[in-house]
């Protein structure tokens, strides 16, 4: 079974929140970090939750990142897809329910990877390659 790393910026966390039902499928496990990513990235206490991330990243092999108005932002995206590429995970970008055009996180460019519109039935067929 394939394992999916979800990851989103903490201020779009309502709105995968909602699409959690959209994302599941019985095809893959999604696994995510539920802690407080409003953290300060540099805060005390951030290493540990930056090593939390990582122990969950190690048990998967693809990335998605959902992708909101503020996801180029935040550095524990930035985290959470380097040390997806570092792993050599699978990386998939697509927008959030809602999300027309966005500036991308440096990853996603960095690694010339095409930005897809919200569509589960994309994500379910993306996931499966």
């Not at 805060?43 to 990582?54: K, L, T």
């Not at 990243?57 to 935040?74: D, P, Q, R, T, Y």
């Not at 997806?84 to 998939?92: A, D, S, T, V």
């Not at 690694?111 to 994500?123: A, G, M, N, S």
Request: proline share 5%; charged share 30%.
């Amino acid at each position: 079974m394939k394992r999916v790393f979800l990851s989103f910026a903490y201020e779009d966390a309502r709105k995968v929140e909602k699409l959690m039902p959209l994302l599941r499928n019985p095809d893959y496990e999604l696994d995510f970090y539920e802690g407080p990513l409003d953290l300060d990235f540099d805060a005390e206490g951030a290493e540990a939750v930056r090593r939390a991330i990582g122990e969950k990243i190690v048990k998967c092999n693809i990335a998605v990142c959902l992708i909101g108005e503020n996801s180029h932002k935040s550095r524990w995206v930035d985290c959470q897809l380097r040390k997806n590429r570092n792993k050599g995970n699978k990386i998939i970008a697509m927008a959030i329910k809602g999300v027309q055009s966005a500036v991308l996180p440096d990853v996603v460019k960095e690694e010339f990877l095409t930005f897809y519109p919200w569509d589960p039935q994309k994500l379910k067929g993306l996931v499966s390659l």
